[in-house]
């Protein structure tokens, strides 16, 4: 027993210490490899891509007016309902107006009068520069007369200038539609005291022939959509789309939604559409050309940022991006990385962690 254990210590020894030349040498294990990953390439293309954004949205008037007066009075006729199609120009309520009317017959008497004293003194001047040349009136009584001409012509000018209030006073009793519309809200009726300040709201008016479509638009889609690009809207009981076009992109992101406005004109001639109705929006972005072009699934979101991976120098790196339009398929790069640059693709895009060897075992197809 005893024996075999200096046996295999003997084994052992001989294993681990070499004689050459009478010296003793030691053999260490060689270190670990790194571990090289099999991946899957393909070399960023370049061509065309489109898109189609959905989101929701809503049809809104065009304009919406809340209709009050500019002069204070008793309501006397209310000449339209909640409902009714109105013309630009057609009256919709009236003020009583017989105080206005009044105010202005005084002021016009006002004016005969103040006309009448400038034309008094007028003559009083004229004959006095007759007597001047006779030396009968002094200077200074001439003088007299040439200011109170002034003033007399003053006061015909205030005098007219009232007139003037009065009239446009008279006339805003009757309230006209300010464009072609649809009364949305009646909110007062007969007999109702309309106030200036604070000013009583009678008719809310909402222009219906034309409305539009107004859609929150992901910020990550901010660089897809321009004014022009075609659109379709889907409304609930009309069986066809409605074809229209991007007419405005909001400037702002809204903070608590990440989203920007878009609007787009929709005409409304038949008045089958109305305002505030639902509308899912499909915006189709006009065809990027010779766009960087990579799978959508070689790129990956962290922290809401976007990266792919690219072989360099036999390792996976990650390149952060800046994406364009995004398709189903595929994805444009507009910063970050060139055409004919390998990406990864496949499961190692999304489970390589940067800085791993990595073999190209295949290249896929450019886009």
Do not use: W
């Amino acid at each position: 027993m005893i024996a075999g254990r200096r046996l295999a210590g003997a084994v052992l020894a001989g294993l681990l210490c070499l004689h050459c030349d009478g010296r003793r040498v030691s053999v260490e294990a060689p270190p670990p490899q790194e571990p090289i990953v099999d991946v899957s390439v393909v070399r960023v293309g370049e061509g065309a891509i489109t898109q189609r954004i959905s989101a929701p949205g809503s049809l809104l008037a065009r304009r919406e007016s809340q209709i009050g007066t500019m002069v204070s009075g008793r309501i006397e006729r209310v000449f339209v309902a909640e409902g009714d199609r109105v013309e630009a120009g057609a009256p919709l309520f009236q003020i009583d107006p017989g105080p206005y009317a009044a105010a202005l017959r005084g002021a016009e008497a006002g004016l005969d009068l103040a006309r009448a004293e400038r034309r008094q003194m007028e003559a009083d001047l004229a004959r006095a520069r007759e007597l001047e040349r006779e030396r009968i009136v002094a200077p200074q009584q001439m003088d007299r007369l040439a200011t109170s001409l002034a003033v007399a012509r003053a006061r015909e000018r205030q005098a007219a200038e009232a007139v003037a209030i009065a009239r446009q006073d008279l006339e805003r009793t009757r309230v006209v539609a300010p464009y072609a519309g649809s009364v949305a809200r009646r909110l007062a009726d007969e007999g109702t005291t309309a106030l200036v300040q604070p000013q009583t709201i009678v008719l809310v008016l909402q222009e219906t022939a034309a409305l539009e479509a107004k859609a929150a638009i992901p910020e990550s889609q901010l660089q897809s959509i321009q004014p022009g690009d075609p659109a379709l809207l889907f409304v609930e009981g009309i069986a066809d789309p409605i074809e229209t076009a991007v007419a405005v992109v909001g400037d702002t992101i809204d903070p608590a939604t990440r989203t920007y406005l878009v609007t787009m004109d929709v005409a409304n001639a038949d008045y089958r559409l109305k305002a505030g109705v639902f509308a899912r929006v499909e915006i189709r972005p006009r065809a990027r050309q010779s766009a960087a072009l990579v799978p959508r699934a070689a790129v990956r979101t962290e922290a809401g940022r976007n990266r792919v991976l690219v072989v360099r120098d036999g390792r996976a790196q990650a390149v952060p991006v800046e994406l364009g339009v995004v398709s189903d398929e595929l994805a444009e790069i507009v910063k970050g990385v060139e055409v004919g640059e390998p990406v990864i693709v496949g499961e190692a895009a999304g489970a390589l962690a940067p800085g791993m060897r990595v073999r190209v075992v295949s290249e896929e197809p450019a886009p």
